[in-house]
């Protein structure tokens, strides 16, 4: 059975790491990569084919950096081809990003059904790009890998269960490659400067914080304030903020760095104290690896972090996300009820497509 698997984005080939080695033990699945390379820097892409042992892409498409309408619309025209040339029996997505939108657009268009791995995540902000596009990527997917019971209600409420598909919560994929690499965690060169404890992690990149000057420049007020007097701050920043910040000539105070490979972003989570961050995924890996979290945005998909206290919303309030970092450090993290799963993702998506 051919899959043709979509990705373009950091945290899809985060995903794909452990999905795609699933696929490998499968006698039934064979999988061609498309990379639409919508993330490009060596440490945006590169590093985590190399890292995680992902299989070389069949396909590098080299679309990024437009509007959305022009990256999504020039990844559509291209995937169409490749569709047509391969003739897969499925399509594979993952996440939110405009990579799986035009990934799924196009294989749906030609009647390829199309699995969505992450799929009925919901922020209930249109505002956000991702929403837009998760939405309309489940409503062209025949089966519905949901990530959390949550997600699985939020399908059934916009009438998922009343359609000829299958909505199956799996787990969460990001457990499984949390757990699979985590003995692998290195310290690295592009950490040299980290202390070996006693700091926090941040990352910063969401559209909604960014492309906002006034919600931008109150968050790195805390991040620095949070720097200065609570703890040390680390920031691998993502290339997006990197860009804004120099053209609005903002002074971060704390320690920024590159953005990181995954085995080192893992070793910064194993050994900080806690997380600041606007990350879909960095949420839940500082769930995984025991630390609170402060989530600087107004809503958040993985409601079940906040429903159980290991992570609170802050929106972009300098002293709301200053108060939120005191008052979660030294918080003790446990994960009694399995929330993602307990890292048998892959494994359930790929028993799933063997069957499809
Ligand atoms: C995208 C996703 C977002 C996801 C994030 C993961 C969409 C709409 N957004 O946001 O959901 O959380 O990826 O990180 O798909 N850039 C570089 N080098 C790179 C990658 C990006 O310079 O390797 C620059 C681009 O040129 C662009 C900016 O960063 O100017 C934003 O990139 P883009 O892929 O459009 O969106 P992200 O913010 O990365
Ligand atoms: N990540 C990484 N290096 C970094 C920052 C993040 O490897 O410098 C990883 C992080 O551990 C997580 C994923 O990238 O697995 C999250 O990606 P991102 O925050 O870019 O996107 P989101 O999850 O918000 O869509």
């Not at 790491?17 to 490009?40: M, P, R």
């Not at 598909?165 to 690295?188: C, I, P, T, Y």
């Not at 704390?254 to 990350?279: N, Q, T």
């Amino acid at each position: 059975m051919k899959i043709l698997t979509v990705i373009g984005a950091r945290p899809q080939f985060i995903k794909a790491s452990v999905v795609s080695k699933a696929i490998q033990n499968s006698s039934i699945l064979d999988e061609k990569i498309i990379h639409t390379g919508q993330h490009f820097d060596a440490n945006m892409s590169n590093i985590f084919f190399d890292q995680l042992g992902i299989p070389k892409p069949h396909y590098q498409l080299d679309i990024n950096s437009g509007s959305h309408g022009s990256m999504t619309g020039r990844m559509l025209e291209q995937i169409e081809e490749i569709c047509l040339a391969e003739q897969p029996d499925r399509l594979m997505v993952y996440g939110d990003t405009n990579s799986t939108l035009a990934g799924a657009l196009a294989a749906a268009k030609l009647h390829i059904p199309v699995a969505h791995i992450e799929a009925g995540l919901r922020s209930f902000n249109m505002q956000m790009p991702e929403e837009i596009n998760r939405i309309l990527t489940d409503q062209v997917s025949d089966i519905l890998f949901c990530p959390t019971d949550t997600a699985v209600s939020n399908l059934k409420n916009e009438g998922f269960d009343k359609k000829p598909v299958q909505v199956l919560n799996v787990g969460d994929v990001m457990q499984d490659s949390s757990l699979f690499f985590s003995e692998r965690a290195v310290k690295g060169s592009s950490l040299v400067d980290v202390p070996n404890e006693g700091f926090i992690v941040a990352t910063l990149h969401r559209a909604e914080n960014t492309d906002d000057a006034n919600r931008l420049k109150s968050i790195i007020e805390a991040l620095n304030y949070i720097h200065e007097h609570i703890r040390p701050v680390v920031l691998p920043l993502h290339p997006r903020t990197q860009k804004v910040v120099k053209s609005l000539g903002l002074e971060l105070k704390m320690s920024v760095l590159e953005p990181v490979g995954y085995l080192e972003m893992i070793w910064l989570l194993k050994h900080c104290d806690a997380v600041v961050s606007d990350s879909g995924g960095v949420q839940k890996e500082a769930f995984f690896f025991k630390k609170p979290c402060v989530t600087m945005r107004d809503q958040t998909e993985w409601v079940e972090l906040i429903e159980h206290g290991v992570n609170v919303l802050a929106g972009a309030d300098t002293q709301k996300i200053i108060q939120c970092t005191e008052a979660m450090l030294g918080k003790t993290i446990e994960d009694p009820l399995s929330l993602y799963g307990g890292g048998h993702a892959s494994q359930n998506i790929v028993n799933v497509l063997e069957k499809a």
